[in-house]
């Protein structure tokens, strides 16, 4: 890092404030005083009006309490540079990736705005978001403290088009009270999928609750599957997968159901269809789900019993350190320089990432997280910390971004999932159609 001032950190250490910062804060000071107009443009490289203040757009997704932690950290930044203030915009997940489209193709996008792998690379390969590799390599953007592979997943054909927000990965969540209460051992990371369905089995046996929903129509189990078979959901701008292997994913499911591992096929869909607050673990339809870690908290409050978590099935090397959101910048901002800056203190400055919490998954700056972590009173949020800190230590490299086509990709998978569900068409059969209308999805 280039040398700068030291700022107090609440544990003690020092944290140093951006070289971009202290030079942008430079280039207003001489934009406040300089008479023409040409001078403060020269000062800021375009980033200050004549008066030297700068109003940056954002645009995020999410409930109430989202807004306002992250209203609280954006407040935070202007505080210790008043001369940025910031339009905040902010709507519910329903309908905000329309609204994003709507406002990068109608000419008034946010300059910084929240995105997800389902659309980052389609938005990236639009030239909607900056290459931000320019200020990671002059350290003005410092991603030093995050996981190599939480990184890589932000780059798409070479470009940093998104910095992780915060890191997520996939957890098998199961009701330890039923299991306790009936004398059945947990489930623990490491086992086969083979293994994993006979202990389902035996659940439902001795409770008469499916052992474990059926995640054969859920694109995150698939994908860890995929990747434990050494193929991968993407390769390239193709899928990573053949037919016969969503085949012998769907007979594995088929084989469970046949057992009764698994719920009816109508309980299957209810857990397909439903949001985190109702999946079929909390209300007793079935003793797993198979979320994100980080959906922990969601689901203990909607249960008493008590909740363990594990990794999936099978290697998890499998799993990876998957970013749960992105921060990007708007392509054509002419803020770029200091949204980049924003970005780099909403996930580097120790005030606002205590603020933000684990809101947006766990911080992607490991130093820092582990400050968050010892602040955490929430039982579940500290369960699934630990867990993924856990299997932090076991991540593979993460694969490449989805690609685009990636959100139908994912309707696709349930749609003929719920096919072979349902026996309205046999796993060879429910493949064929899901791979066939899955290349369709990546080719418009």
């Given at each position: 890092?280039?040398?700068?001032?030291?700022?107090?950190?609440?544990?003690?250490?020092?944290?140093?404030?951006?070289?971009?910062?202290?030079?942008?804060?430079r280039g207003l000071l001489a934009a406040a005083v300089a008479l023409p107009l040409v001078g403060a443009a020269a000062a800021c490289g375009d980033d200050a009006a004549s008066?030297?203040?700068?109003?940056?757009?954002?645009?995020?997704?999410?409930?109430?309490?989202?807004?306002?932690?992250?209203?609280?950290?954006?407040?935070?930044?202007?505080?210790?540079?008043?001369?940025?203030?910031?339009?905040?915009?902010?709507?519910?997940?329903?309908?905000?990736?329309?609204?994003?489209?709507?406002?990068?193709?109608?000419?008034?996008?946010?300059?910084?705005?929240?995105?997800?792998?389902?659309f980052l690379a389609e938005y990236a390969a639009r030239n909607t978001t900056l290459d931000l590799n320019k200020y990671q390599d002059s350290g003005d953007l410092d991603t030093s403290k995050f996981p190599p592979s939480?990184?890589?997943?932000?780059?798409?054909?070479?470009?940093?088009?998104?910095?992780?927000?915060?890191?997520?990965?996939?957890?098998?969540?199961?009701?330890?009270?039923?299991?306790?209460?009936?004398?059945?051992?947990?489930?623990?990371?490491?086992?086969?999928?083979?293994?994993?369905?006979?202990?389902?089995?035996?659940?439902?046996?001795?409770?008469?609750?499916?052992?474990?929903?059926?995640?054969?129509?859920?694109?995150?189990?698939?994908?860890?599957?995929?990747?434990?078979?050494?193929?991968?959901?993407?390769?390239?701008?193709?899928?990573?997968?053949?037919?016969?292997?969503?085949?012998?994913?769907?007979?594995?499911?088929?084989?469970?159901?046949?057992?009764?591992?698994?719920?009816?096929?109508?309980?299957?869909?209810?857990?397909?269809?439903?949001?985190?607050?109702?999946?079929?673990?909390?209300?007793?339809?079935?003793?797993?789900?198979?979320?994100?870690?980080?959906?922990?908290?969601?689901?203990?409050?909607?249960?008493?019993?008590?909740?363990?978590?594990?990794?999936?099935?099978?290697?998890?090397?499998?799993?990876?350190?998957?970013?749960?959101?992105?921060?990007?910048?708007?392509?054509?901002?002419?803020?770029?320089?200091?949204?980049?800056?924003?970005?780099?203190?909403?996930?580097?400055?120790?005030?606002?990432?205590?603020?933000?919490?684990?809101?947006?998954?766990?911080?992607?700056?490991?130093?820092?997280?582990?400050?968050?972590?010892?602040?955490?009173?929430?039982?579940?949020?500290?369960?699934?910390?630990?867990?993924?800190?856990?299997?932090?230590?076991?991540?593979?490299?993460?694969?490449?971004?989805?690609?685009?086509?990636?959100?139908?990709?994912?309707?696709?998978?349930?749609?003929?999932?719920?096919?072979?569900?349902?026996?309205?068409?046999?796993?060879?059969?429910?493949?064929?159609?899901?791979?066939?209308?899955?290349?369709?999805?990546?080719?418009?």
């Amino acid at each position: 890092m280039h040398p700068a001032t030291p700022t107090s950190v609440p544990d003690g250490r020092t944290y140093r404030t951006p070289l971009l910062r202290r030079r942008f804060l430079r280039g207003l000071l001489a934009a406040a005083v300089a008479l023409p107009l040409v001078g403060a443009a020269a000062a800021c490289g375009d980033d200050a009006a004549s008066d030297g203040k700068v109003k940056l757009s954002i645009f995020w997704w999410g409930g109430e309490a989202r807004a306002q932690l992250t209203e609280q950290a954006l407040d935070l930044y202007t505080k210790k540079n008043p001369d940025v203030t910031f339009e905040k915009t902010w709507q519910a997940n329903q309908g905000y990736f329309d609204k994003l489209a709507t406002l990068t193709a109608g000419g008034n996008p946010p300059d910084i705005f929240q995105i997800d792998d389902n659309f980052l690379a389609e938005y990236a390969a639009r030239n909607t978001t900056l290459d931000l590799n320019k200020y990671q390599d002059s350290g003005d953007l410092d991603t030093s403290k995050f996981p190599p592979s939480l990184l890589q997943y932000g780059v798409v054909d070479g470009k940093l088009a998104g910095v992780a927000a915060g890191e997520n990965t996939q957890g098998l969540v199961y009701n330890k009270t039923l299991l306790t209460k009936n004398g059945l051992p947990e489930p623990t990371t490491g086992m086969s999928w083979e293994e994993h369905v006979a202990w389902a089995e035996q659940v439902s046996k001795k409770t008469g609750v499916p052992g474990t929903q059926d995640p054969s129509a859920d694109y995150k189990a698939f994908w860890v599957w995929l990747r434990q078979q050494g193929k991968d959901l993407y390769a390239g701008s193709d899928l990573g997968f053949t037919a016969e292997d969503v085949t012998r994913w769907f007979e594995l499911w088929k084989g469970a159901r046949d057992r009764g591992a698994t719920p009816p096929p109508d309980v299957i869909h209810e857990g397909n269809a439903t949001d985190i607050t109702k999946q079929l673990v909390v209300t007793g339809k079935a003793a797993t789900s198979w979320v994100w870690v980080n959906q922990m908290p969601e689901l203990k409050k909607n249960t008493a019993d008590e909740l363990g978590v594990i990794a999936y099935p099978g290697d998890p090397s499998a799993q990876w350190a998957r970013a749960s959101m992105y921060w990007s910048v708007f392509r054509g901002s002419k803020h770029a320089d200091i949204a980049a800056d924003v970005i780099n203190f909403l996930v580097n400055d120790p005030e606002a990432v205590k603020l933000l919490g684990t809101d947006r998954g766990l911080s992607s700056n490991l130093d820092l997280r582990r400050v968050v972590s010892d602040d955490a009173t929430d039982p579940a949020m500290k369960q699934s910390i630990a867990v993924e800190s856990e299997l932090a230590e076991k991540f593979g490299e993460s694969p490449q971004v989805p690609i685009k086509g990636h959100s139908k990709v994912k309707a696709e998978l349930v749609k003929a999932g719920e096919n072979a569900q349902y026996g309205r068409a046999t796993p060879a059969e429910a493949a064929a159609q899901f791979v066939e209308a899955s290349k369709a999805a990546i080719a418009s």
